[in-house]
C-alpha cells in the first residue's frame, strides 16, 4: 500500500508541473504575439455638432409680445350660445 500511495502523490506532483509548464508556454506565446487574449471592445462614437442658431426652430419665440395696455373699447364680447 505504501508503494501506491507514494506513487499516486508523484503523479499528482508530475500533472501539477506539466499544468504550469502548459500555462507558461501558453504565457510566453500570447506574449510574444503582443495581442491580448480578448481583445477590447471598441466603442462607437456619435460626434454632435454645435447647433447653428439661425437655421433651428428652437431659437424661435413661442410667445406673443403682448402691449402692456390697450384700448378696453376695441375689444368685441364674446359671441353668446
Do not use: C, H
Amino acid at each position: 500500500m505504501v508503494r501506491e500511495s507514494s506513487g499516486q502523490f508523484g503523479e499528482m506532483i508530475a500533472n501539477v508541473a506539466a499544468i504550469l509548464l502548459l500555462l507558461g508556454l501558453l504565457a510566453i506565446i500570447f506574449f510574444i504575439s503582443g495581442k491580448p487574449i480578448f481583445p477590447a471592445r471598441m466603442a462607437r462614437m456619435v460626434i454632435i455638432l454645435p447647433v447653428d442658431a439661425i437655421e433651428t426652430a428652437a431659437v424661435k419665440k413661442t410667445r406673443l409680445d403682448l402691449p402692456p395696455n390697450f384700448n378696453v373699447g376695441l375689444v368685441r364680447p364674446r359671441p353668446g350660445s
